[in-house]
């Protein structure tokens, strides 16, 4: 990992030394810059020379990357102490100085407050003896250039996959499940038996990697399976199984999970779960990587007998799990390995997908490899991944063909896990270190791909060589890559067809977290691993009990995470800053502070990423040192409730000129901007009355807003103008009162993104206004976003919308036709049960992909069905429907209602 110490040392120059915005100043920046200058040589002949030396050379290689790697970590140590003993280290009060005084006491402490002779003079020494062993490193690299091949490769970034757009991602998302078709068959006949109405289990069982989700997902979103059932819900229960996790999973795919249901205790959910399960309501559940029987006997309470047909479905490795939970006489369905011809099938699937060319003068070469793989639908995806990566004269060489054959003539688990590490060496080495950061996550973890990529940016792995692209666009090509090659799973997509959050698979979670922990950047501490030894960049808390003393050892950790749920935290527990001062991300979401945020984490004053979660108040923010911070998140207490509105202005993070991404619950109130916050790209929330002309001029660059509405500022909406690039805009109202809409004019012209929920507007204001913009593409109308029973569309809006959901409504009466959503791609509708019907204008939309009903009566499935029936006498067959939890008619219903 030299590369990543090498890119993190100059990203800590870039940002203590270096324009635009520095933290400390010098007379002459001339010894920074140069040190600089080496390192990005460095970097970039790490680049170059990937791939590029014989097994003769790569035990001196691998030597000198060594001595590169503690060099680089020595010296970063060394500027960053400085950096801490220059900026942190006061003594800390109750009381907060007025802010002008603040800022006159951070503008001295930058340039005045220390002679700037005396400021170089502390970086003489760090450094000189930085750039003499960057030196006796460069020396290597100028030889080893020499002997390199003269021919050029193109740099690992140009390989990545650039932007792709939303199709790749689909091919990759939609990749379809290759053989057990007669399993499926006799799967589904169980699930659909009316004969049998007793709660049934069906457990699925078998090695990790050989596809029991992949077919569990399959029977789960078959359109035949779902309509049976009233309810349909989906959880993942691991290894590491938490009572409360799976509680709130489950209910998330039955109800919306509101601030009042979050606060509930995992009896009163495992409560709520079962009373919404039990009635005349059949249910499917799945339950999928079940570990042990006891996760399984406290869960399965929650699951009623309502003699009705209801089903779970269960995943498992151990066919002890299996038949203690069977419900047929140790009945279970023993997934096999896939045959040669499937195994084949499936590889070219993979490929393909990833847009490679299948070369008809390797398919012998490769038969040979797939083979080799025994039938495990993983380590095919992970040799398919392998393809994309390597040129086609190291296939044809037949140099790969043989190292499989010595890595699969292992267990095959152990094969996979050196199958694994072959796919680890072949990543570029910015890939590998955004690979294993995956490994801080608790494993079977849905990341949320926005707050990954930040980490990323924080952490330094993510770097723009042109300034057409933001960092966070690499960031999205960077996960894209690792999906591609089959190392990361995508979880969801979000509506404009970007991944939303992702997975990785146990097996992978594991090479990733022994990876990092064997390179001494990882640190887990959990029921497993109590004890500490040695020093680690990244430290992640899955638990604090028994009780653990932070050594001082920890000074050297960069990234601390926790993610055991403590509720609170309490005097006990507060980690002070002088066990931690050098950390660069701090994520504390997992619980509440009781009282203020310790002022204490203002001396971490390298801090670029902090995720808090305080108390209901917060009489200040001490973050007035952290210069460099990106990015600022403060969660809702898991006490609050929804209505709770903060009174207190937060301000002290105006002042740091790096904000990227701020994101404040409703609880607390964000004070005007002092400043213009040129880094600024993500805001929320926002209240009514801060929607003013100054307020967003100061704003220039930010592209995603969240506004929260009050019923006192009417007319705030009209200064939105001023927001000229923004893209994206939440506006949410306070106890679901009416928003006025501002014309036309007012939306800013690059808006793709628009979600309104509890807005009451009218259905007109949707025509008139919304349907007009010309660049929207995704349009979120949630929980009494519009209010009236009837819209009616005239023809000829929302041309470029390409995602439209509706979730809760009074609407009964709609009307449009294909001229109103000509390039409509997916069309989501939930809790509508006073709709009667979809459109048929809808039919003629030759765009349309998906359908999908959730929680409307089955008059509307029926309508989508016809819908489906219409566009396949056009010719397109890629419209999917899919409905899930969807009731009989009204009519239905009133006669049951009769009879009880």
Known sequence: MAWFTLTSLMRTLELEFLPPNPRLVFDSTEAVEQLHGMLAQLVA?????????????????????????????????????????????????????????????????????????????????????????????????????????????????????????????????????????????????????????????????????????????????????????????????????????????????????????????????????????????????????????????????????????????????????????????????????????????????????????????????????????????????????????TDESFWESKVLEGTLYALVSYDLAEGISKILGLSYNHLPNFLKACFLYLGVFPENSVIHVKGLIRLWIAEGFVRVESSQRSLEEVGEDFLKDLVSR????????????????????????????????????????????????????????????PKFTVPDTFNRSRSLFSFYDDGHMTRGHQMFANNFKMLRVLNLSSFSFMKDIPLHIVDLVLLRYLVLRPFKSLRTLPVS????????????????????????????????????????????????????????????????FQCTEQVFSRFPNAKVMGIFMESLHPNCLDNLRFLVNLESLKIKSQHHSPVLLPSLEAFPIHLKKLKFK????????????????????????KDGACQGQEWALTGAQFHGLKSLLIYGTDLMHWTTTSDDFPVLERLIL?????????????????????????????SLVNCAKQIEEEQRDYGNDVLVVRNYSTRGTVEDENKSEELE
């Open 45 to 389: 002949f790490l680049e170059e020379s990937e791939n590029q030396f014989s097994a003769d050379n790569d035990e001196t290689m691998e030597d000198w990357k060594l001595r590169v790697k503690d060099a680089a970590l020595r010296v970063e140590d060394e500027i960053e102490s400085q950096v801490i003993d220059i900026c942190g280290g006061e003594e800390h009060t109750s009381r907060t100085p007025p802010p002008l005084v603040q800022r006159l006491v951070r503008s001295f402490q930058r340039v005045s407050g220390l002679d700037k002779w005396l400021l170089a003079q502390k970086f003489h020494k760090p450094l000189r003896n930085a750039i003499e062993a960057m030196g006796e490193l460069m020396e290597f690299m100028k030889k080893s250039k020499q002997s390199m091949n003269d021919f050029i490769i193109p740099s690992p970034r140009e390989r990545i996959i650039d932007g792709g757009g939303s199709s790749s991602i689909n091919c990759l998302q939609n990749t379809k499940m290759v053989g057990h078709v007669d399993e499926l068959d006799e799967m589904k006949k169980l699930l659909l038996q009316e004969s049998f109405k007793r709660r049934q289990v069906v457990p699925i069982v078998g090695m990790g990697g050989i596809g029991k989700t992949t077919f569990a997902r399959r029977l789960f979103q078959d359109p035949l399976i779902s309509s049976h059932f009233d309810i349909a819900a989906w959880t993942t229960v691991s290894s590491r199984y938490g009572m409360r996790r799976t509680l709130l999973e489950l209910l998330s795919s039955i109800m919306p999970i509101t601030d009042e249901i979050n606060a509930k205790t995992s009896e009163e959910l495992a409560a709520q779960l079962r009373k919404c399960l039990m009635g005349r309501r059949r249910y499917l559940i799945v339950l999928d990587d079940v570990w042990s029987t006891s996760s399984w006997d406290e869960i399965q309470r929650c699951f009623p007998d309502n003699n009705d047909g209801s089903r779970i479905l269960l995943t498992c490795r151990h066919h002890e799990v299996a038949s203690y939970t069977s419900s047929h006489n140790n009945s279970f369905l023993n997934m096999r390995f896939l045959t040669s011809d499937e195994s084949w099938q499936l590889f070219q699937q993979r490929v393909l997908n990833n847009g490679r060319l299948f070369p008809e003068n390797l398919e012998s070469t490769w038969r040979h490899i797939v083979d080799y793989c025994q039938g495990l639908p993983f380590a095919i995806a992970l040799i398919a991944g392998l393809v994309q990566t």
């Open 486 to 545: 089959s190392l990361v799973m995508i979880n969801s997509i979000s509506l404009d067809g970007k991944i939303k959050t992702c997975k990785v698979h146990d097996i992978v979670h594991d090479f990733c977290r022994e990876k990092a922990i064997k390179e001494n950047f990882l640190y887990v501490k959990n029921r497993y691993n109590t004890g500490y030894v040695g020093s680690y960049r990244w430290t992640c808390f899955e638990t604090m009990y």
């Open 625 to 688: 040192k952290n210069w460099n911070l990106q990015t600022l998140v403060l969660l809702a207490s898991k006490k609050n409730t929804a209505n709770e509105v903060g009174s207190s202005l937060i301000s002290e993070m105006w002042d740091l000129p790096k904000l990227r991404h701020v994101q404040v619950c409703k609880t607390f109130v964000l004070d005007a901007p002092r400043m213009v916050q040129q880094s600024l790209q993500t805001i929320y929330w926002l209240h009514s």
């Open 758 to 781: 509890g807005t009451l507007l009218p259905w007109n204001a949707m025509t008139d206004v919304v349907g007009m913009l010309p660049n929207l593409q995704v349009l979120k109308l």
């Open 830 to 858: 939930n809790g509508c049960y006073d709709l009667k019907a979809i459109p048929c204008g809808f039919g003629g939309v030759a765009s349309l992909q998906l359908i999908e009903l959730c929680h409307c009566y089955s």
